[in-house]
């Protein structure tokens, strides 16, 4: 570099500009080296690697890079920390907002969260996963109203295609206030866009349930099981209708089956079916958050 500067301007490097050019060259061999070792698994290298690079040069893309990282080793804290210096220098940045907002989510800091969630709305309240963030962050702390209605502005905002996530969070609130009709009309929408997700299917046999059509219940929840033998609900389920339906053979059946692929979840049901009934009951109990009572 000091060769070339000197041919085309007759100028010598000063002693300043050389020790700047130094640590430039440092930096990109800490910043290339680390995300190299990032491709092969290195992680705890390339952390070292991203750390000693901002230590020479506070660079955005670098320290979004290391957040990005940190994240993936689940030091969330410390990737809340790079992103907030980020922030201070790009306030208005949608791509820094929300990840950090959805960071603070995950650990539970609801009040830096919403902070970040109406700042965003200031920039641009048009993003339909600004909404999505805070319907997530009502749930949590137990508002469902306000949840369902920023789920209602995720959904109206994002025109291109429908909000997956959003018609499913909104289908999840609406069961929890036992508004069964409105959550069914939203599950469907997402299984037209994923006809054999085992959540959404999930959702729908349990959503069946509580309008009391046990039969459609089981198709979805053997669907289920189809799709995901390890989801342990979908057997609980359906033992509990087969109970309620008077088949305790079959019911059985079902619980053992579901507990030979996953018995530490299925742990209330002991295997030897000498009191399959009470057994049944204690399972579904523990297995029924909602509450929905299919006349055990």
Same mark, same amino acid.
């Given at each position: 570099?000091?060769?070339?500067?000197?041919?085309? $301007?007759?100028?010598?490097? $000063?002693?300043?500009?050389?020790?700047?050019?130094? =640590?430039?060259?440092?930096?990109? =061999?800490?910043?290339?080296?680390? @995300? #190299?070792?990032?491709?092969?698994?290195?992680?705890?290298?390339?952390?070292?690697?991203?750390?000693?690079?901002?230590?020479? #040069?506070?660079?955005?893309?670098?320290?979004? @890079?290391?957040?990005?990282?940190?994240?993936?080793?689940?030091?969330?804290?410390?990737?809340?920390?790079?992103?907030?210096?980020?922030?201070?220098?790009?306030?208005?940045?949608?791509?820094?907002?929300?990840?950090?907002?959805?960071?603070?989510?995950?650990?539970?800091?609801?009040?830096?969260?919403? $902070?970040?969630?109406?700042?965003?709305?200031?920039?641009?309240?048009?993003?339909?996963? $600004?909404?999505?963030?805070?319907?997530? +962050?009502?749930?949590?702390?137990?508002?469902?109203?306000?949840?369902?209605?920023?789920?209602?502005?995720?959904?109206?905002?994002?025109?291109?295609?429908?909000?997956?996530?959003?018609?499913?969070?909104?289908?999840?609130?609406?069961?929890?206030?036992? #508004?069964?009709?409105?959550?069914?009309?939203? @599950? *469907? =929408?997402?299984?037209?866009?994923?006809?054999?997700? *085992?959540?959404?299917? +999930?959702?729908?046999?349990?959503?069946?349930?509580?309008? #009391?059509?046990?039969?459609?219940?089981?198709?979805?929840?053997?669907?289920?099981?189809?799709?995901?033998?390890?989801?342990?609900?979908?057997?609980?389920?359906?033992?509990? @209708?087969l109970m309620a339906e008077g088949k305790k053979e079959e019911a059985a059946k079902i619980v053992e089956e579901g507990l030979q692929l996953a018995p530490e979840e299925l742990k209330n049901v002991n295997g030897e079916y000498s009191n399959v009934e009470q057994e049944m009951r204690d399972a579904y109990k523990a297995m029924d958050p909602l509450g929905f009572n299919v006349g055990i």
């Amino acid at each position: 570099m000091g060769f070339f500067k000197t041919l085309f $301007t007759g100028k010598e490097e $000063t002693e300043e500009e050389k020790q700047e050019q130094k =640590v430039k060259n440092q930096f990109d =061999v800490f910043k290339y080296d680390g @995300i #190299q070792a990032q491709r092969i698994g290195r992680m705890d290298y390339a952390l070292e690697c991203y750390k000693r690079a901002l230590d020479l #040069q506070d660079d955005t893309e670098t320290r979004m @890079i290391y957040a990005n990282a940190l994240m993936s080793m689940d030091n969330l804290e410390a990737a809340a920390e790079q992103l907030e210096k980020v922030r201070e220098k790009t306030p208005e940045d949608l791509n820094v907002l929300l990840p950090l907002a959805e960071l603070y989510f995950q650990m539970e800091q609801y009040e830096p969260m919403e $902070t970040l969630c109406n700042a965003a709305l200031q920039v641009n309240d048009s993003v339909a996963a $600004t909404h999505y963030l805070m319907a997530k +962050m009502y749930k949590a702390k137990g508002d469902m109203i306000n949840a369902v209605a920023q789920c209602t502005l995720a959904i109206s905002k994002q025109q291109e295609a429908p909000y997956a996530e959003a018609y499913y969070l909104r289908a999840q609130l609406l069961m929890e206030m036992q #508004q069964f009709t409105e959550a069914e009309a939203d @599950i *469907d =929408v997402v299984l037209s866009l994923d006809e054999e997700n *085992d959540e959404y299917l +999930m959702l729908k046999g349990e959503c069946c349930e509580a309008l #009391q059509r046990p039969e459609e219940a089981k198709e979805y929840y053997l669907k289920v099981k189809e799709l995901n033998p390890y989801i342990t609900k979908a057997y609980i389920r359906l033992g509990a @209708i087969l109970m309620a339906e008077g088949k305790k053979e079959e019911a059985a059946k079902i619980v053992e089956e579901g507990l030979q692929l996953a018995p530490e979840e299925l742990k209330n049901v002991n295997g030897e079916y000498s009191n399959v009934e009470q057994e049944m009951r204690d399972a579904y109990k523990a297995m029924d958050p909602l509450g929905f009572n299919v006349g055990i």
